[in-house]
């Protein structure tokens, strides 16, 4: 029995990939807020034939994080877990800025709970020699975007400490993917303000994402002409990088619509 957890079930990534792994032989642990989305995506899970189980913890709360993990642990690590919780915000339609309130929320739920997983999983899988840990990033990592400086540089962030998962990790046969999207339809997507080129659907991007953790993949990023360009973001000049996002629409002092 292959046992696959995913936070962030209830949003438009996380349903879609419960439903790639939702097979005989899967057991899906989904956590997530909605419970009414949890509860129909439980059943059609189980009527494709995978066992389910499922969560509502705070994931921001450590020590009841610290225990469900545990739980997850006893007796062995799961074989694949997926950090896909996470939140967006903006800095508001007049370019006033971002509620700090709002910004410490992002940060950790976008980065201090994937860090605490990671911890916590990857201590656990590195001695049991198995297991592999999915961080979700963003495209936005690569650049921050004007208009979301929080959730560009909580991107950033799980980037990097899943990178260093990977090192420290791999030698003992723990696999670390890092996951990079670009536009993904969804209700958060949606409601970010920007142009959103190469849109894909969740189903498609469950797909390549799934793909990818089972090759182990170090990044798994798309789609190819948007991630191709953000790369570029990130190498050339931050100036002239600057001027590029401008001229793409990402400019806040003209009203223009930006992610």
Not at 186 to 191: A, R
Request: charged residues 20%.
């Amino acid at each position: 029995m292959t046992r696959i957890v995913i936070t962030g079930a209830t949003g438009a990534i996380g349903q879609a990939l419960a439903a790639v792994y939702a097979k005989p032989g899967n057991r899906l642990v989904l956590h997530g807020r909605q419970r009414d989305v949890l509860d129909a995506l439980s059943a059609s899970s189980r009527h494709a034939g995978a066992e389910v189980e499922l969560s509502q913890i705070d994931l921001g709360d450590d020590a009841a994080l610290f225990e469900w993990l545990g739980m997850l642990c006893d007796p062995t690590p799961p074989d694949i877990v997926i950090v896909n919780a996470g939140m967006n915000i903006d800095i508001g339609e007049d370019a006033s800025g971002e509620a700090w309130e709002d910004a410490s929320r992002l940060l950790e739920i976008n980065l201090r709970v994937p860090m605490a997983m990671g911890n916590f999983l990857g201590k656990r899988m590195r001695a049991a020699g198995c297991g592999q840990l999915v961080l979700m990033s963003s495209l936005a990592a690569y650049h921050g975007l004007p208009v979301t400086p929080s959730y560009s540089a909580s991107k950033a962030g799980v980037k990097a400490y899943g990178e260093a998962l990977r090192g420290w990790l791999a030698p003992k046969g723990v696999g670390v993917s890092v996951v990079m999207p670009g536009y993904v339809s969804s209700k958060m997507c949606h409601e970010m303000p920007g142009p959103k080129p190469f849109l894909w659907q969740p189903e498609r991007a469950a797909k390549v994402i799934a793909a990818g953790v089972e090759r182990n993949r170090a990044r798994i990023s798309f789609p190819f002409p948007l991630n191709f360009g953000c790369w570029w973001l990130a190498v050339l000049p931050a100036a002239i990088s600057q001027r590029l996002l401008k001229g793409f629409g990402y400019d806040p002092e003209h009203g223009e619509e930006a992610h």
